[in-house]
Protein backbone atom coordinates (compact mmCIF):
# COMPACT_ATOMS: atom_id res chain seq x y z
CA UNK A 1 0.00 0.00 0.00
CA UNK A 2 1.41 3.29 -0.97
CA UNK A 3 0.60 5.85 2.16
CA UNK A 4 0.03 9.41 0.82
CA UNK A 5 0.02 11.19 3.90
CA UNK A 6 0.07 12.30 6.30
CA UNK A 7 25.19 12.26 32.67
CA UNK A 8 24.93 14.85 34.96
CA UNK A 9 24.99 18.75 34.59
CA UNK A 10 28.44 18.69 35.92
CA UNK A 11 29.94 17.04 32.37
CA UNK A 12 31.54 19.74 30.49
CA UNK A 13 30.06 21.25 27.36
CA UNK A 14 32.47 19.74 24.89
CA UNK A 15 32.89 16.30 27.07
CA UNK A 16 29.27 15.93 26.44
CA UNK A 17 29.29 16.57 22.51
CA UNK A 18 32.23 14.18 22.51
CA UNK A 19 30.31 11.45 24.35
CA UNK A 20 27.37 11.49 21.90
CA UNK A 21 29.56 11.21 18.98
CA UNK A 22 27.42 9.79 16.30
CA UNK A 23 24.61 9.74 19.13
CA UNK A 24 24.46 13.07 18.59
CA UNK A 25 24.45 13.60 14.79
CA UNK A 26 21.56 10.50 14.49
CA UNK A 27 18.73 12.45 17.32
CA UNK A 28 20.10 16.25 15.81
CA UNK A 29 18.39 14.89 12.89
CA UNK A 30 15.47 13.54 14.30
CA UNK A 31 15.08 16.97 16.56
CA UNK A 32 14.40 18.92 13.42
CA UNK A 33 11.68 17.16 12.17
CA UNK A 34 9.96 17.17 15.71
CA UNK A 35 10.14 20.59 15.91
CA UNK A 36 7.78 22.05 14.27
CA UNK A 37 4.60 19.40 15.61
CA UNK A 38 1.15 21.24 16.04
CA UNK A 39 0.85 22.06 19.80
CA UNK A 40 3.96 21.90 20.81
CA UNK A 41 5.78 24.89 19.29
CA UNK A 42 3.57 27.46 18.83
CA UNK A 43 4.10 29.27 15.08
CA UNK A 44 4.93 32.97 16.36
CA UNK A 45 7.94 31.04 18.02
CA UNK A 46 8.83 28.49 15.62
CA UNK A 47 7.79 28.37 11.58
CA UNK A 48 8.23 25.64 9.85
CA UNK A 49 10.55 27.02 7.58
CA UNK A 50 12.89 27.97 10.10
CA UNK A 51 13.32 24.27 11.81
CA UNK A 52 14.01 22.69 8.28
CA UNK A 53 16.63 25.33 7.75
CA UNK A 54 18.01 24.14 10.72
CA UNK A 55 17.91 20.75 10.33
CA UNK A 56 19.74 21.30 7.21
CA UNK A 57 22.39 23.50 8.36
CA UNK A 58 23.06 20.36 10.52
CA UNK A 59 22.53 17.62 7.66
CA UNK A 60 23.14 19.31 4.94
CA UNK A 61 20.19 19.44 2.27
CA UNK A 62 19.55 16.37 0.51
CA UNK A 63 16.51 16.03 -1.83
CA UNK A 64 14.62 12.58 -1.95
CA UNK A 65 15.52 11.41 1.20
CA UNK A 66 14.13 10.74 4.48
CA UNK A 67 14.59 13.27 6.68
CA UNK A 68 15.79 11.13 9.37
CA UNK A 69 16.87 7.34 8.89
CA UNK A 70 18.33 8.79 5.34
CA UNK A 71 20.77 5.53 4.84
CA UNK A 72 19.04 2.46 4.99
CA UNK A 73 17.25 -1.03 2.78
CA UNK A 74 13.90 -2.03 2.20
CA UNK A 75 13.32 -5.58 3.88
CA UNK A 76 9.70 -7.99 3.94
CA UNK A 77 9.19 -10.91 5.69
CA UNK A 78 6.48 -11.98 8.39
CA UNK A 79 5.60 -11.96 11.97
CA UNK A 80 4.77 -15.80 13.64
CA UNK A 81 2.28 -14.73 16.20
CA UNK A 82 2.66 -17.25 19.37
CA UNK A 83 -0.53 -15.66 20.20
CA UNK A 84 0.84 -14.71 23.88
CA UNK A 85 -0.21 -11.39 23.34
CA UNK A 86 -3.67 -11.64 23.23
CA UNK A 87 -3.90 -11.70 26.58
CA UNK A 88 -3.40 -7.55 26.71
CA UNK A 89 -4.06 -6.51 23.38
CA UNK A 90 -6.72 -7.98 20.76
CA UNK A 91 -5.04 -6.55 17.92
CA UNK A 92 -5.33 -8.71 15.45
CA UNK A 93 -1.74 -9.60 14.21
CA UNK A 94 -1.67 -11.05 17.77
CA UNK A 95 -3.64 -13.84 16.69
CA UNK A 96 -1.81 -17.12 16.77
CA UNK A 97 -0.51 -17.34 13.15
CA UNK A 98 1.65 -15.66 10.46
CA UNK A 99 1.26 -11.35 9.62
CA UNK A 100 3.38 -9.66 6.41
CA UNK A 101 5.86 -7.45 7.18
CA UNK A 102 7.21 -4.37 5.32
CA UNK A 103 10.35 -3.09 7.29
CA UNK A 104 13.06 -0.82 6.80
CA UNK A 105 16.47 -1.43 8.32
CA UNK A 106 18.54 2.15 8.63
CA UNK A 107 20.93 4.15 10.33
CA UNK A 108 19.53 7.66 12.61
CA UNK A 109 20.33 10.21 11.19
CA UNK A 110 19.62 12.59 8.26
CA UNK A 111 22.76 12.22 6.38
CA UNK A 112 22.06 9.24 3.00
CA UNK A 113 25.86 8.87 2.84
CA UNK A 114 27.23 8.44 5.56
CA UNK A 115 30.08 5.35 6.05
CA UNK A 116 29.07 2.40 8.11
CA UNK A 117 30.16 2.93 11.63
CA UNK A 118 29.12 -0.13 14.43
CA UNK A 119 28.55 3.19 16.77
CA UNK A 120 25.99 4.57 14.82
CA UNK A 121 23.02 4.32 15.89
CA UNK A 122 20.59 1.61 14.26
CA UNK A 123 16.68 1.25 13.66
CA UNK A 124 14.63 -1.24 12.88
CA UNK A 125 11.12 -0.14 11.74
CA UNK A 126 8.66 -2.34 10.52
CA UNK A 127 4.99 -2.19 9.24
CA UNK A 128 2.75 -5.24 10.11
CA UNK A 129 -0.31 -5.78 7.61
CA UNK A 130 -2.79 -8.17 8.97
CA UNK A 131 -5.71 -9.71 6.99
CA UNK A 132 -7.73 -7.36 8.83
CA UNK A 133 -6.01 -4.18 7.37
CA UNK A 134 -5.29 -2.89 10.84
CA UNK A 135 -1.78 -2.72 10.56
CA UNK A 136 0.59 -1.76 13.02
CA UNK A 137 3.56 0.53 12.25
CA UNK A 138 6.63 1.12 14.87
CA UNK A 139 9.99 2.06 14.47
CA UNK A 140 12.46 0.84 17.09
CA UNK A 141 16.33 2.08 17.78
CA UNK A 142 19.10 0.30 19.07
CA UNK A 143 19.59 2.62 22.32
CA UNK A 144 18.08 1.90 25.68
CA UNK A 145 16.89 5.22 26.18
CA UNK A 146 15.25 8.22 24.72
CA UNK A 147 17.93 10.97 25.62
CA UNK A 148 14.90 14.02 25.34
CA UNK A 149 11.83 14.44 27.41
CA UNK A 150 9.79 16.47 24.92
CA UNK A 151 10.17 17.89 21.42
CA UNK A 152 10.76 20.94 22.76
CA UNK A 153 13.84 19.55 24.25
CA UNK A 154 14.66 17.86 21.12
CA UNK A 155 14.96 20.98 19.09
CA UNK A 156 16.73 23.05 22.32
CA UNK A 157 19.58 20.59 21.71
CA UNK A 158 19.90 20.78 18.19
CA UNK A 159 20.12 24.48 17.88
CA UNK A 160 22.84 24.22 20.96
CA UNK A 161 24.88 22.36 19.00
CA UNK A 162 24.79 24.38 15.55
CA UNK A 163 27.88 25.81 14.15
CA UNK A 164 27.92 29.93 15.06
CA UNK A 165 28.15 31.74 11.95
CA UNK A 166 31.19 33.87 13.34
CA UNK A 167 33.50 30.77 13.70
CA UNK A 168 32.09 27.97 11.98
CA UNK A 169 32.22 25.92 15.39
CA UNK A 170 29.61 25.29 17.89
CA UNK A 171 29.24 27.63 20.86
CA UNK A 172 30.44 25.62 23.95
CA UNK A 173 28.64 27.34 26.24
CA UNK A 174 25.02 26.98 24.77
CA UNK A 175 25.55 23.38 25.47
CA UNK A 176 26.47 23.41 28.85
CA UNK A 177 23.49 25.57 29.17
CA UNK A 178 21.56 22.88 27.68
CA UNK A 179 22.92 19.94 29.97
CA UNK A 180 22.35 22.50 33.15
CA UNK A 181 18.52 23.04 32.10
CA UNK A 182 17.69 19.56 31.38
CA UNK A 183 19.57 16.78 33.93
CA UNK A 184 17.65 14.19 32.50
CA UNK A 185 19.90 14.46 29.07
CA UNK A 186 23.26 13.71 31.00
CA UNK A 187 21.69 10.48 32.68
CA UNK A 188 20.10 9.17 29.74
CA UNK A 189 23.62 9.78 27.90
CA UNK A 190 25.34 7.85 30.59
CA UNK A 191 22.67 4.46 30.02
CA UNK A 192 23.20 5.00 26.40
CA UNK A 193 27.24 5.41 26.50
CA UNK A 194 26.95 1.80 28.91
CA UNK A 195 25.09 -0.28 26.75
CA UNK A 196 26.71 -2.90 24.35
CA UNK A 197 27.10 -2.57 20.73
CA UNK A 198 26.95 -5.70 18.67
CA UNK A 199 28.58 -6.03 15.50
CA UNK A 200 26.26 -5.49 13.06
CA UNK A 201 22.06 -4.84 12.01
CA UNK A 202 21.26 -8.96 12.81
CA UNK A 203 22.43 -9.30 16.12
CA UNK A 204 21.53 -5.52 17.71
CA UNK A 205 18.30 -5.25 19.97
CA UNK A 206 16.39 -2.75 18.58
CA UNK A 207 13.84 -0.69 21.24
CA UNK A 208 10.45 0.94 21.04
CA UNK A 209 11.34 3.70 23.74
CA UNK A 210 7.84 5.59 24.09
CA UNK A 211 4.90 3.77 25.82
CA UNK A 212 1.83 2.56 24.36
CA UNK A 213 -1.63 0.95 26.32
CA UNK A 214 -2.72 -2.46 25.21
CA UNK A 215 -5.99 -3.06 25.59
CA UNK A 216 -7.34 -7.03 25.40
CA UNK A 217 -11.11 -8.15 24.67
CA UNK A 218 -12.15 -7.39 28.20
CA UNK A 219 -11.17 -3.39 27.86
CA UNK A 220 -8.49 -4.08 30.02
CA UNK A 221 -5.22 -1.44 29.71
CA UNK A 222 -1.95 -2.21 30.24
CA UNK A 223 1.06 -0.06 29.43
CA UNK A 224 3.63 -1.63 27.19
CA UNK A 225 6.90 -1.16 25.82
CA UNK A 226 8.45 -3.65 23.48
CA UNK A 227 11.69 -4.74 21.85
CA UNK A 228 13.23 -6.37 19.13
CA UNK A 229 15.34 -9.15 20.58
CA UNK A 230 17.49 -10.86 17.90
CA UNK A 231 17.46 -14.58 17.57
CA UNK A 232 21.10 -14.27 15.69
CA UNK A 233 23.83 -14.55 18.28
CA UNK A 234 25.11 -10.99 19.81
CA UNK A 235 29.21 -10.38 18.64
CA UNK A 236 30.12 -6.68 20.15
CA UNK A 237 31.75 -4.78 18.12
CA UNK A 238 35.15 -4.18 17.24
CA UNK A 239 37.18 -1.59 18.53
CA UNK A 240 39.17 -0.86 14.98
CA UNK A 241 38.76 2.10 12.66
CA UNK A 242 36.12 2.89 10.00
CA UNK A 243 35.61 -0.18 7.69
CA UNK A 244 37.53 0.21 4.08
CA UNK A 245 33.66 -0.90 2.78
CA UNK A 246 31.49 2.41 2.76
CA UNK A 247 28.69 -0.01 2.99
CA UNK A 248 30.26 -3.00 5.42
CA UNK A 249 27.15 -2.93 7.61
CA UNK A 250 24.80 -3.26 4.93
CA UNK A 251 26.50 -5.25 2.93
CA UNK A 252 27.12 -7.98 5.70
CA UNK A 253 23.88 -7.62 6.65
CA UNK A 254 22.52 -8.85 2.92
CA UNK A 255 24.98 -11.63 2.52
CA UNK A 256 23.24 -12.92 5.69
CA UNK A 257 20.13 -12.85 4.06
CA UNK A 258 21.43 -14.47 1.25
CA UNK A 259 22.52 -17.08 3.11
CA UNK A 260 19.34 -17.94 5.44
CA UNK A 261 16.63 -15.23 6.82
CA UNK A 262 17.10 -13.17 10.19
CA UNK A 263 14.74 -12.89 13.23
CA UNK A 264 14.05 -11.05 16.34
CA UNK A 265 11.93 -12.18 18.96
CA UNK A 266 9.26 -9.49 19.53
CA UNK A 267 9.26 -8.85 23.43
CA UNK A 268 6.67 -6.83 25.54
CA UNK A 269 7.83 -5.47 28.63
CA UNK A 270 5.06 -4.83 30.76
CA UNK A 271 4.41 -1.30 33.17
CA UNK A 272 3.31 -1.16 36.47
CA UNK A 273 1.83 1.47 38.52
CA UNK A 274 3.97 4.23 39.16
CA UNK A 275 5.76 3.64 36.39
CA UNK A 276 6.67 6.53 34.04
CA UNK A 277 4.88 6.34 30.62
CA UNK A 278 5.31 10.09 29.56
CA UNK A 279 8.79 10.36 29.92
CA UNK A 280 11.35 7.85 27.62
CA UNK A 281 14.21 9.18 29.24
CA UNK A 282 13.64 7.04 32.35
CA UNK A 283 13.75 3.29 32.12
CA UNK A 284 11.11 0.71 33.69
CA UNK A 285 12.66 -1.70 36.46
CA UNK A 286 14.56 -4.37 35.08
CA UNK A 287 11.52 -6.72 36.63
CA UNK A 288 8.99 -5.86 34.75
CA UNK A 289 7.03 -9.03 33.17
CA UNK A 290 7.78 -9.65 29.56
CA UNK A 291 6.07 -11.19 27.08
CA UNK A 292 7.44 -13.20 24.10
CA UNK A 293 5.22 -12.25 21.49
CA UNK A 294 6.41 -14.13 18.72
CA UNK A 295 9.11 -13.79 16.41
CA UNK A 296 9.78 -11.43 13.18
CA UNK A 297 11.95 -12.75 10.57
CA UNK A 298 13.20 -11.06 7.61
CA UNK A 299 13.27 -12.79 4.19
CA UNK A 300 14.23 -10.71 1.70
CA UNK A 301 16.24 -7.28 1.03
CA UNK A 302 15.88 -4.62 -1.59
CA UNK A 303 17.47 -1.15 -2.20
CA UNK A 304 15.04 1.54 -1.27
CA UNK A 305 15.14 3.02 -4.60
CA UNK A 306 13.04 0.55 -5.92
CA UNK A 307 11.68 -1.80 -3.00
CA UNK A 308 8.37 -1.96 -1.00
CA UNK A 309 9.41 0.22 1.66
CA UNK A 310 10.20 3.45 -0.34
CA UNK A 311 6.46 4.76 -0.13
CA UNK A 312 5.59 3.63 3.85
CA UNK A 313 5.86 6.35 6.13
CA UNK A 314 6.94 4.47 9.33
CA UNK A 315 4.27 6.28 11.53
CA UNK A 316 4.40 5.67 15.32
CA UNK A 317 0.93 6.77 15.16
CA UNK A 318 -0.75 3.87 12.87
CA UNK A 319 -2.06 1.83 15.58
CA UNK A 320 -4.77 -0.74 15.26
CA UNK A 321 -7.57 -1.47 17.14
CA UNK A 322 -5.89 -3.34 21.03
CA UNK A 323 -3.00 -0.59 20.90
CA UNK A 324 -3.22 3.24 22.06
CA UNK A 325 -0.84 6.07 22.46
CA UNK A 326 0.06 7.02 25.95
CA UNK A 327 0.40 9.95 27.67
CA UNK A 328 4.31 10.25 25.65
CA UNK A 329 4.68 13.15 23.71
CA UNK A 330 6.77 11.68 21.53
CA UNK A 331 5.11 9.68 19.33
CA UNK A 332 2.61 12.58 18.15
CA UNK A 333 5.68 14.68 17.52
CA UNK A 334 7.06 11.95 15.43
CA UNK A 335 3.57 11.26 13.54
CA UNK A 336 3.64 15.26 12.54
CA UNK A 337 7.12 15.23 11.88
CA UNK A 338 7.11 12.26 9.78
CA UNK A 339 4.42 13.12 7.34
CA UNK A 340 6.05 16.22 6.36
CA UNK A 341 9.04 14.52 5.60
CA UNK A 342 7.08 12.21 3.53
CA UNK A 343 5.74 14.95 1.73
CA UNK A 344 8.96 16.90 0.73
CA UNK A 345 10.76 13.95 -0.47
CA UNK A 346 7.53 12.63 -2.31
CA UNK A 347 8.26 16.27 -4.07
CA UNK A 348 11.62 15.63 -4.47
CA UNK A 349 11.66 12.33 -6.79
CA UNK A 350 13.39 13.64 -10.06
CA UNK A 351 16.02 15.66 -7.90
CA UNK A 352 16.63 12.28 -5.79
CA UNK A 353 20.17 10.57 -6.76
CA UNK A 354 20.99 6.89 -5.93
CA UNK A 355 20.61 5.18 -2.76
CA UNK A 356 23.99 4.67 -1.32
CA UNK A 357 23.29 0.92 -1.28
CA UNK A 358 22.11 0.60 -5.01
CA UNK A 359 19.69 -2.22 -6.45
CA UNK A 360 22.91 -3.86 -8.18
CA UNK A 361 24.67 -3.88 -4.58
CA UNK A 362 21.75 -6.14 -3.02
CA UNK A 363 21.47 -8.31 -6.28
CA UNK A 364 25.36 -9.31 -6.26
CA UNK A 365 24.75 -10.48 -2.17
CA UNK A 366 26.28 -7.10 -0.72
CA UNK A 367 29.19 -6.75 -2.67
CA UNK A 368 29.45 -3.48 -4.76
Not at 111 to 140: K, N
Amino acid sequence: MRETGGGRASLSAGAVVVRLGVIGVAVLAVAAAFAYTGGWLSPDRLTQKRVIDAFEATNGPHPGFRRNHAKGVCATGYFDSNGAASAISKAALFAPGKVPVVGRIAFAGGMPFIPDEPATVRSLALRFVPASGQEWRTGMINIPVFPFRTPQAFYDQMVAVLPDPATGKPDPSKMQAFVGAHPEFGAAISLIKARQVSSGFADATYNALNAFRFVNASGVATPVRWSAVPVQPFVAAGAGGPAADKNALFDALIAQVVQHPVQWKLILTLGQDGDVTSDPTVPWPADRKQIDAGTVTIDKLSSEDDGPCVDVNFDPMVLPDGIEASDDPIPSARSAAYSRSFTLREGERNAKPPSAVTPQEVNAGGRS
